[in-house]
Nanobody, 125 residues
Framework: QVRVSESGGGLVQTGGSLRLSCAAS????????TGWFRQAPGKEREFVAA????????YYGDSAKGRFTIARDIAKSTVYLHMYSLKPDDSAIYYC??????????????????WGQGTQVTVSS
């Protein structure tokens, strides 16, 4: 049974930074896709970033380009989302998602099989 869990959320001021972590249990991420999504109250769950473990190829949603970086640590089987220049619009619950590597659209929720419980990020103005 694969489980993913997020950590690292919290309260930060506008312009600040946070690092979110997503760790796997049950197996390593070696042949997985891992993605980050976020959901603000009253809004759809939105793609933020994803990475293919085998190729170390990152992908970003429009909201993340230029401000967020996704990276993997093979030894720790952990994916990080480094977030910089945070804005109040970045406030949301951030979810980690994973799946065995496949050809699905990384921006779509349906591509992923395993989801974490989410971690709250709040950016104050």
């Amino acid at each position: 049974q694969v489980r993913v869990s997020e950590s690292g959320g919290g309260l930060v001021q506008t312009g600040g930074s946070l690092r979110l972590s997503c760790a796997a249990s049950g197996r390593t991420f070696g042949d997985f896709l891992t993605g980050w999504f976020r959901q603000a109250p009253g809004k759809e769950r939105e793609f933020v970033a994803a990475i293919r473990w085998r190729s170390d190829s990152p992908y970003y949603g429009d909201s993340a380009k230029g401000r967020f970086t996704i990276a993997r640590d093979i030894a720790k089987s952990t994916v990080y989302l480094h977030m910089y220049s945070l804005k109040p619009d970045d406030s949301a619950i951030y979810y980690c998602a994973a799946a065995f590597d496949n050809d699905g659209d990384l921006r779509q929720k349906s591509t992923y099989t395993y989801w974490g419980q989410g971690t709250q990020v709040t950016v104050s103005s």
